[in-house]
């Protein structure tokens, strides 16, 4: 019998988030006697490493930073050569890289590991990239074998700025592992939790408190409702990040504003 396929999946680090979720999703549900998954994550924070450790997912911590700096460029040539080793002692078949930073440093030690075969995932339409970003991109799909996107938003946005070859490109969009079922009684326990009354509107956002999701638009439009739909309430469920401290700061302080106090709960991340 032949052994099974090492695929190495090279993310930022491991928080709450949705790439690091879908790579779990992806690791606990191939099938374990034909596939052997091993994560790699590039810097040192990383709180959700025992959720992978815990479901039998080995991780390595690579020690890169994500800082822009001369000394951070010399730290991640360093972090680079250290992961090519990783990869190759570990005989890794295929590399999964989750968005710029991994997608760089993992293609480039895949190559100097020798590994076989590449696989980069774009799970954003990326419009605070440069020309250089871009220009990486191009430089790298030379060496991978496909560019999966989550939607087609994400794919279209890399075929008009980064132009890669057509036949790189598949569209994969994320998915749930089982169907979800609300318990019958989780709505109202829910509202009551937030003391919001039945009758009142709620809309759901869920998601990172992130300039890249939005949030403080839609506070932002539920704002401009005040005198038309007084009822209307928002949940933000999410968690603050270290590196964007300042969007959850914005985001509290226009739920306190008084157009909107008492009507945008924030709730931590939850299942």
């Known amino acids: 019998m032949s052994r099974r396929i090492r695929i190495?999946?090279?993310?930022?680090?491991?928080?709450?988030?949705?790439?690091?979720?879908?790579?779990?999703q992806l690791a606990t549900g191939l099938p374990r006697d034909r596939f052997e998954i091993k994560v790699y994550a590039l810097i040192e924070d990383n709180p959700w490493i025992n959720v992978f450790r815990d479901q039998g997912i080995p991780v390595e911590v690579v020690g890169a930073t994500n800082r822009a700096s001369i000394g951070a460029l010399i730290s991640n040539v360093q972090a680079t050569l250290r992961l090519a080793r990783m990869l190759h002692r570990d005989r890794i078949d295929i590399v999964?890289?989750?968005?710029?930073?991994?997608?760089?440093i993992g293609r480039v030690a895949s190559l100097i590991a020798g590994i076989p075969h590449r696989?980069?995932?774009l799970h954003n339409t990326y419009h605070w990239f440069r020309w250089p970003h871009h220009a990486i991109n191009r430089l790298l799909s030379l060496w991978t074998d496909a560019v999966v996107a989550v939607s087609g938003a994400a794919m279209q946005y890399s075929i008009e700025h980064d132009r890669l070859s057509d036949e790189l490109y598949i569209t994969i969009p994320n998915g749930i592992a089982a169907p979800m079922q609300a318990h019958p009684d989780a709505r109202h326990e829910l509202r009551h939790e937030l003391g919001i009354s039945s009758q009142a509107k709620v809309i759901g956002n869920v998601g990172t408190h992130s300039v890249r999701k939005g949030q403080k638009f839609l506070l932002e439009a539920v704002r401009r409702l005040e005198h038309t739909h007084p009822d209307i309430h928002v949940v933000i469920?999410?968690?603050a990040r270290r590196h964007e401290a300042e969007i959850s700061a914005e985001l509290?302080?226009?739920a306190g504003s008084p157009a909107l106090e008492g009507r945008v709960h924030f709730l931590a991340d939850r299942h």
């Open 252 to 254: 509290h302080a226009m």
């Open 8 to 24: 190495g999946q090279v993310l930022t680090n491991l928080h709450d988030g949705g790439i690091e979720k879908v790579v779990l």
């Open 119 to 121: 696989v980069t995932t």
């Open 96 to 104: 999964s890289t989750h968005d710029f930073f991994p997608a760089v």
């Open 237 to 239: 469920v999410g968690s």
